[in-house]
């Protein structure tokens, strides 16, 4: 196969893992955020 075959396939893995290491940041941030933040209880 061509060069450019291989090398289109570094680049979609390269974007690939980056989508998942900024989901994963992403997860981790939001689920620290709840954690800080806890939402509030209504007391009726």
Request: avoid cysteine.
């Amino acid at each position: 196969m061509s060069i450019d075959f291989y090398k289109s396939l570094e680049i979609s893995g390269i974007g690939l893992a980056g989508v998942f290491i900024f989901m994963t940041i992403f997860y981790f941030v939001s689920t620290l955020i709840d954690k800080m933040f806890p939402p509030e209880e209504d007391e009726e």
